[in-house]
């Protein structure tokens, strides 16, 4: 007899951090994975057996579409995607500016939305629903010069994953926000000759996000920070 999964939804997909998650999750979970382009996301599926599905994480209703095709509610929602524009603040687009928060902030508010609405459906296992992720960045804790733009959508989307915490933590859906403090050692990225050890594995940082998952409900956390070793912070 075939024991049928849990579902796991991660989206904003690439070959870095994205990937690391599916590896993680792949074993215990039948994954789904969003992107708008579906360039990066075929060979990945192809390696954890994923279903694919393009989305415009702005759209709602391509957002609640997502999650309504899902055959059960899901256990894991992450929300990877973001949006960088960067330039002196007397010189940005309006337009520019706009369209990276709706993906930093807005779209993490309608995966925050939609998961939690299937989630509330879910039967608990051991009282608890779910987890949503937001992968969020040390822009959302400090903003840098030039990049007004990243920490104004990362300022919201902590906001956000800490009032959904309180909301929902107490329904049994555990959220967290994840503080991406440094540079991830992704394909096609080098850490610099000086500064051995300075990035992040993408494969260490899943692993903080597995555990996330796997909290007791008794000790959730709704925050964390993961950042190289060498870091002074």
Excluded: C
């Excluded at 608890?128 to 920490?151: D, E, M, W």
């Excluded at 959904?164 to 850490?191: C, F, Q, S, T, Y």
């Excluded at 993961?226 to 912070?233: A, D, G, L, Q």
């Amino acid at each position: 007899m075939t024991i049928s999964k849990s579902q796991a939804v991660i989206i904003g997909v690439g070959d870095g951090l994205s990937a690391s998650l599916a590896r993680e999750l792949m074993v215990d979970y039948d994954l789904t994975l969003a992107a708008r382009s579906g360039d990066k996301m075929q060979s990945l599926a192809e390696e954890t057996g994923a279903r694919t599905v393009l989305l415009d994480a702005t759209d709602e209703s391509a957002v609640s579409a997502l999650f309504s095709e899902l055959s059960e509610p899901p256990r894991v929602v992450i929300y990877n995607p973001s949006a960088r524009v960067r330039g002196p603040i007397t010189e940005l687009s309006l337009d520019d500016v706009r369209r990276a928060i709706e993906v930093t902030a807005i779209g993490a508010f309608l995966a925050g939305k939609h998961a939690a609405r299937r989630m509330l459906d879910a039967e608990p296992i051991d009282g608890k629903r779910g987890t949503i992720l937001f992968t969020g960045a040390s822009a959302g804790v400090k903003g840098f010069p030039q990049s007004a733009p990243f920490a104004m959508g990362k300022f919201a989307q902590r906001g956000l994953a800490e009032s959904m915490a309180r909301e929902l933590h107490p329904k049994g859906i555990h959220v967290a926000w994840v503080n991406i403090d440094g540079g991830i050692l992704n394909p096609g990225r080098v850490e610099p000759e000086d500064s051995p050890g300075s990035m992040l594995r993408p494969e260490a940082i899943a692993r903080t996000y597995r555990h996330l998952i796997e909290q007791d409900r008794s000790a959730w956390s709704n925050e964390i920070a993961v950042r190289p070793w060498v870091e002074r912070f």
